[in-house]
């Protein structure tokens, strides 16, 4: 049962990590930037080349993986992504799709459509078995769990305490009056659309050994990250956090002790969860609003 | 200029061609395309693959074992040269029927051939009837699907046949009792089913029986419920592919050290990937109809220019249903002379052959494929992974069909 | 208001275009399967705009009710009769009975939500339809389906024009019966509540049966759709609930533009053919194609990429709204 509810955080952990970045661009810029996971298998493809390729031990690699992808995200904002913000919701779904679609057929191309495998490092494989074997954690699981709460310290304490979260707060909560009281919103949404990217690439490079990868990535696990970002709302931190731990924990749990049901479970208890709070779990708005 | 007599059917056949080539002037305005029409002497097959989504690599392997028939034995057969018509159905069987039916009333097509997956075949099985148009299967392995249409012919495997040679050296090697997990859908369930009955029947036990979704990306739920349920073995079927996340999973875990064994049907350790899965499956016993480490002449001929024509990929069990259908194709265009029809149907029926699996023959009753069945493990040979072959089982017979 | 010449052209054009869509069929057999599939889709892209264009509610799970129209004509032509007319009516009206009840789960919430919430729909049906294997067939897909005659005469022939004239003629209908409803005062009043909810319960429509209607509506038609599938293609999969089909049909709706009663069908014909040579040309990477294409019409809009058909068809646009 420990066991159990240990995969269930390491596995939400994994989704947070993956979709943090969405949450943060469709709560900045009420974007709906359907090729998030692009940028994930881009991380996560990037971490195979460096490792396998050009030997760049594991860790480096991750956190490569993160820059460069969170690189291309610069890029891409400035050159494709800026002009879509005036947009309609619509405009952009197609827009994203399109990117998503490009990305596949690319990966296909140059890589091919095989699964790629990630080769951890020694201290990263194995277990540690406690109490008779009642709680056994994976080392691979532990060191997402250890990523994940950096992170998300990390995340609170640059929104909360410097002075670019402030102005992150301002730009989300009214870009118009940010934008009047002398904040670059514009260059805010730059780089909070590059952070995004890369930690979407570091949530793949960390996920292609749990979730696997090959080009269909982006769209097989779009429907996870819509649930976290849905569900956890998009105003904070801690709202998709805890998303993610519920769906992880859940889909876990139903999957342990009623494998029949395993995904539909996931789906109702989504269905039932938006019609009680439209506006997602932990949003500030509440369920009125 | 329809009604036209038709003195020759070559000559006739151009005239069409011409007026159609007028037509597609038109069509072209209205932004239509038509296949390009190949010489009208020339024996059309239309190879149907999932090219795209989630079962591409499916698609890729088949289409190369095809195209390597064809490069080491010529694309002319019986007089006539045969034109490949390969078309992506993404996976969806609607679009695979509806691909069919054009192939075969447009594009004039003397066989139907591919089909990566089960629901695709049966899909497209009316249309073989109809048309009566041979129709070879190269991958989809569901036991039933020989019984969809007089029509079809199958070059790959069917699942029962494996998994029940694996039940049976399950029995004979100490296995007791298993959990199975299968992916939830119908190569998975098949092999459940088959599996979990000739396993009963020889005196073992099935404690559990799981199903993973097609979609799901976390084993860790069930394999812990695997480690909970204490078997001698894991009984397991996943599609090519997310067998490595799989295998990953079962080490990190620990259920090697908990000694449970993996028993699996061979698509797990598919050799496309099986190099880069680590060697958490080393010592992973499967059992399949292919293995590229099969120790034959053929097969080494078979591996060695299959690996020059496509750098970097290893030729799975796909790669050799695409080779040994277009064989089959092949020879049969070559007794019939290029006839199509009953005459092509009754050519493939009860071709025996030597093929890089080993010795292998379509039944002419069932028109499914026997041949033999290997128990192998996976082993680590001159630095690579491979599937070691350590027991045959000859000429097994599908034993979906049997009753 | 509408000129009245305004709408004769547009009847014109339509008609004119209908009538070119009913020959080619038999003007061109080799295609009749190609307008068959795209006559259903544009029909499942009518059926979406009612609930996208006209109630304003984002939907990414759409193949619900596309797959409940399916699997009921499908089980109703194995188990029941063969008669198509009357297997697209039962599949017509179980997908409105479901579409009624589940838009009890798209009255609030934002874009996202009702993203979510009808994605998720779509999934748990896949599950459903997965978990009932002994009446679906499962993974295999619901086979055994016997096809009638079309009016007891007209056999679906493998060619494909009987098919493709039955599915023009269903998108025929649908598409008289949308303009006729979305033209009506309740049509005006659609447009209210998707425009600004609030002021129109101010005014006093009830917003949430407006809502309700034109979900239900919306639904009937996407059943519709999939009865035609299924019939035409004497086959169901679980690819019918796939998040694929729904968002594949959404692209198309984009595509040619919410809102206005012909979006869907044009936006249908055109993803339908592109598709079409783009994946003759290059079966295994079509989709980069047609990714480079919706990310343009998104960055460059609409009419910049599709220009001399926008500029010809904006009359009708405005007659529209």
């Not at chain 1, 359907?34 to 690699?61: D, I, K, N, S, W």
């Not at chain 2, 690599?57 to 006539?80: C, F, H, I």
């Amino acid at each position: 049962m420990p066991t159990l509810v240990f995969d269930g955080i390491a596995y939400g952990m994994l989704l947070f990590i993956l979709a943090v970045g969405l949450s943060v661009t469709l709560g900045l810029m009420n974007f709906i930037n359907l090729a998030h996971g692009a940028f994930a298998m881009l991380g996560g493809y990037l971490t195979v080349a460096f490792t396998q390729r050009l030997g760049v031990p594991f860790v480096p690699a991750i956190l490569l993986a993160f820059l460069a992808t969170g690189l291309v995200g610069a890029v891409l904002e400035r050159l494709l992504y800026r002009p879509m913000y005036q947009r309609s919701h619509l405009d952009q779904v197609l827009f994203s799709i399109g990117l998503v679609f490009m990305s596949v057929a690319a990966t296909d191309w140059l890589v091919g459509s095989q699964q790629q495998n990630i080769h951890l490092p020694g201290w990263l494989q194995g277990r540690s078995e406690f109490g008779e074997g009642a709680l056994g954690m994976g080392h691979y699981r532990l060191f997402i769990i250890a990523v994940c709460a950096l992170l998300v310290l990390g995340l609170q304490a640059i929104l909360s305490r410097t002075r670019f979260g402030a102005r992150l707060r301002a730009s989300v909560d009214d870009a118009r009056v940010a934008a009047g009281l002398g904040i670059d919103v514009n260059r805010v949404f730059s780089l909070t659309f590059a952070v995004g990217s890369g930690l979407a690439g570091l949530g793949g490079a960390l996920g292609a050994e749990v979730l696997g990868l090959d080009p269909s990535f982006p769209l097989k696990f779009l429907v996870y990250f819509l649930i976290v970002v849905a569900v956890g709302g998009t105003s904070s931190v801690t709202g998709p956090l805890l998303a993610a731990l519920l769906l992880g924990l859940a889909d876990v749990g139903g999957k342990y002790f009623i494998p029949k049901l395993g995904a539909f479970i996931v789906y109702a208890l989504i269905i039932a969860l938006l019609l009680w709070r439209p506006n997602g779990l932990f949003s500030r708005g509440g369920s009125g609003r | 200029m329809w009604n036209a007599p038709r003195p020759i059917l070559a000559v006739s056949s151009v005239r069409v061609s011409a007026a159609r080539r007028r037509l597609l002037a038109g069509a072209v305005c209205l932004g239509f395309a038509l296949p390009s029409m190949a010489q009208d002497t020339a024996f059309r097959i239309g190879l149907i693959l999932p090219m795209t989504g989630p079962f591409a690599s499916t698609g890729k392997q088949l289409e190369a074992g095809v195209r390597l028939y064809l490069a080491q034995n010529g694309d002319m057969a019986g007089g006539r040269k045969i034109t490949l018509i390969v078309k992506d159905d993404t996976g969806a069987p609607d679009v695979t029927k509806r691909i069919a039916q054009e192939l075969v009333v447009n594009d004039k097509v003397q066989v139907l051939a591919g089909f990566g997956l089960t629901p695709l075949a049966f899909a497209s099985a009316p249309v073989a009837t109809q048309s009566k148009t041979p129709m070879v299967v190269m991958a989809a392995a569901t036991s039933s699907i020989t019984e969809a249409s007089p029509w079809i012919v199958r070059s790959s495997f069917t699942v029962p046949q494996v998994v029940t040679a694996l039940a049976d050296w399950a029995a004979k090697n100490n296995i007791r009792k298993v959990v199975s997990l299968v992916t939830d859908y119908a190569p998975g369930i098949d092999s459940e089913k088959y599996f979990s009955q000739r396993f009963t029947t020889n005196g073992g036990q099935v404690l559990e029986t799981l199903r993973v979704p097609l979609r799901s990306p976390d084993f860790a739920p069930f394999l812990q419920k695997v480690r909970d349920a204490h078997p001698d073995a894991l009984f397991t079927f996943v599609p090519a592919g997310v067998g490595t996340a799989l295998m990953k999973q079962f080490a990190e875990r620990g259920l090697d050290k908990a000694g449970i064994r993996v028993i699996a049907e061979g698509s797990v350790t598919d050799d496309d990937i099986l190099n880069g899965m680590g060697d958490g499956v080393l010592g992973t016993v499967t059992a399949h109809h292919y293995s590229a480490a099969h120790d034959s002449a053929v097969n080494r001929r078979f591996v060695q220019a299959f690996m020059k024509a496509n750098p970097g990929m290893r030729p799975n069990f796909m790669a050799v249903g695409g080779y040994d259908g277009m064989r089959v194709i092949h020879e049969a265009i070559k007794s019939t002379r290029g006839a199509g029809g009953e005459a092509l149907l009754a050519a493939m029926k009860g071709q025996i052959f030597e093929s890089p699996r080993g010795p292998m023959f379509i039944d002419a009753q069932t028109r499914d494929v026997v041949h033999n069945v290997y128990i192998r493990r996976v082993e680590r040979v001159k630095g690579e992974l491979w599937n070691t072959e350590i027991e045959t089982i000859a000429d097994v017979k599908d034993p979906g069909k049997a009753r | 208001m509408l000129l009245a010449t305004d709408r004769w052209r547009e009847r014109l054009i339509v008609g004119f275009l209908f009538a070119v869509a009913f020959g080619l069929p038999w003007l061109m057999p080799s295609r009749a399967l190609f307008v068959a599939e795209t006559a259903s889709v544009a029909l499942f892209a009518l059926s979406l705009d009612l609930v996208l264009g006209y109630a304003g509610i984002v939907s990414l799970g759409h193949a619900a009710f596309f797959g409940v129209g399916a699997y009921a004509a499908g089980l109703f032509a194995k188990l029941v009769m063969p008669d198509p007319l009357t297997g697209l009516a039962v599949g017509i009206a179980v997908a409105a009975l479901m579409g009624l009840a589940c838009s009890l789960t798209i009255l609030r919430g934002s874009d996202l939500t009702r993203i979510m919430v009808t994605l998720a729909l779509s999934l748990l049906l896949y599950e459903l339809a997965n978990r009932f294997d002994a009446i679906t067939g499962g993974a295999d897909g619901l086979q055994g389906m016997a096809m009638g005659p079309l009016l007891g005469r007209f056999e679906f022939d493998l060619q494909g024009q009987v098919p493709a004239t039955y599915a023009l003629a269903v998108l025929f209908l649908a598409l008289l019966l949308v303009q006729w409803v979305v033209r009506s005062p309740l049509g005006a009043t659609l447009l209210a509540v998707r425009d600004n909810p609030l002021r129109a319960a101010a005014v006093g429509i009830p917003v949430a049966s407006r809502l309700a209607f034109a979900y239900a509506f919306g639904a009937a038609l996407a059943g519709a759709a999939g009865a035609l599938v299924a019939q035409t293609s004497g086959f169901v999969s679980l690819e019918v609930f796939s998040i694929e089909r729904s968002a594949d049909v959404l692209l198309m709706l984009v595509i040619g533009g919410a809102g206005w009663v012909y979006g869907g069908v044009l936006g249908a014909v055109a993803f339908k053919v592109l598709n079409e040579l783009v994946a003759g040309i290059t079966p295994q990477y079509w989709t980069f194609w047609m990714g480079l294409f919706l990310l343009a019409i998104g960055l460059l809009g609409r009419e910049r990429v599709l220009r001399p058909w926008a500029l010809w068809q904006r009359p009708s646009t405005k007659a529209v709204r």
